[in-house]
Structure formats: C-alpha cells, structure tokens
C-alpha cells in the first residue's frame, strides 16, 4: 500500500497566491521527495529534501520537512497558471523504494 | 537517450487478452521501476530492476503480470488475461540511485484500456 497522504485533495487558487500543500508519511525514511504531474503526462521531479534537513528552496518552491511529525510541506509562492498540475509527494525509505502519496490537485486560475 | 521512452502510448484489449508494454530507461540508469497509477491517483509500486536482475518484486500481483529487463532490449511488463480492473495508466521511470538518493525519471506512461 502507499504510504503518504496528501492533503488537501484539491486546491483552486488565484494567480499570484501561494499554494500550500501537506504530505504525511509512516515509516523512517532517508528522503523526501515532491514530482508534478500535468495532464497526460508522467511525473517530474520537482525538489528532495534529506532527511537531516528541515526546509530546502528552490526557485518558488519551499519544502519542509518534520520527521518526529512525519510530515513535509511544499509551498509554491506566486502561483502562476502554468503551475496548474497535481502534485505527489514520495518517501525514500531505507529499501530506495518510493511511496507515493495519493496527489494534491491544484488549480491556478488566471 | 535522455527520456524514458514507453511504448505503446495506448493499448486496448479486450478481457481475457495478453497486454505487453515496454520501456526504454535512460542510457546508463541502472534502476528500472514500474508503476500503476488508476484514475489519476496513487502510484502503485509493481516492480524494480537492478539492470537485468529484479530488484523488488512486492507489489506484482504474480499471477498474471510478469516483467524483464534484459540486455540491449527494452524493459517490459506483461499482463496475460487482462481484468477490467487492470485498466490503468503503467509509468516506467529509470534511476541512476547515486549519492544515496533514488531520483526518478519517468516515462509518459501507457495507458491500458481493458474492455
């Protein structure tokens, strides 16, 4: 079974907002990891933040991480409408298997 | 190459027929994994490869879908009598695993339509 949980489902924002999302996670791991996903299209692969850190920027991106939580958060300032996507978050556990969260849907709307 | 390549994009069968579905890692990624993903929700893990060897096999449901990656071919996944339930959308994604870190790169998917 998958080990994450994302929340929320779904999220509808205006252009220029921050989105927020939240991923939680069972088990130890070595890392965390968040992908995208636009329609029709297979993930990418968008920050990993370790397990011995606790937040990590990239560009508009800002992903925390709680491991006495078990949780992380990714924070995408000044949405745009190419942001538009779902977004999965995915454990690294020990055995380098990824477990994958159910996905937040976001919706920028221009 | 510099993508995962999986082919076909679309398959359709009917129930009870064969489905095989290949995959095209990224040259030099060791690791190779396959995912179910149904109705644009989780990922299912299926299977890994260490080059031809099989890495992690527990999430195959071992009656019917089988797999390989053998040398100088592409990678495939093969589901014999198909169910309705095995429609999905099959992600391939290849990893070089360096720096303790198993970084996925994945294909755009096959979409499997059992009818």
């Known amino acids: 079974s998958q080990q994450g949980e994302e929340d929320p489902q779904a999220l509808s924002i205006q252009e220029g907002e921050n989105a927020t999302m939240n991923c939680s996670y069972k088990?130890?791991?070595?890392?965390l990891q968040w992908y995208r996903q636009n329609s029709g299209r297979g993930l990418v692969h968008l920050i990993l933040?370790?397990?011995?850190?606790r937040e990590k920027h990239s560009g508009r991106l800002r992903v925390t991480l709680d491991t006495s939580k078990k949780s992380s958060s990714l924070l995408i300032t000044a949405s745009r409408a190419a942001d538009t996507a779902s977004y999965f978050c995915?454990?690294?556990?020990?055995?380098?298997?990824?477990?994958f969260g159910a996905g937040t849907t976001v919706t920028v709307r221009a | 190459g510099e993508e995962v390549a999986q082919t076909p994009k679309h398959l359709v069968r009917g129930e009870g027929q064969k489905a095989k579905l290949y995959c095209a890692p990224i040259?030099?990624?060791?690791?190779v994994f396959w995912y179910q993903q149904v109705l644009k929700n989780e990922f299912k893990f299926l299977i890994s490869?260490?080059?031809?060897?099989?890495?992690?096999e527990t999430g195959m449901p071992k009656e019917r879908f089988s797999a390989k990656c053998l040398p100088n071919s592409p990678c495939s996944l093969e589901i014999q009598a198909t169910k309705l339930e095995d429609s999905a959308v099959y992600f391939c994604?290849?990893?070089?695993?360096?720096?303790?870190?198993?970084?996925?790169?994945f294909g755009a998917g096959s979409r499997l339509t059992v009818l």
């Open positions: 994604a290849s990893s070089l695993r360096s720096s303790g870190a198993n970084v996925l790169t």
């Open positions: 040259k030099g990624h060791s690791y």
């Open positions: 490869f260490q080059n031809e060897n099989v890495f992690d």
């Open positions: 088990t130890s791991i070595n890392n």
């Open positions: 933040i370790r397990s011995n850190e």
């Open positions: 995915a454990s690294e556990a020990n055995d380098y298997k990824l477990s």
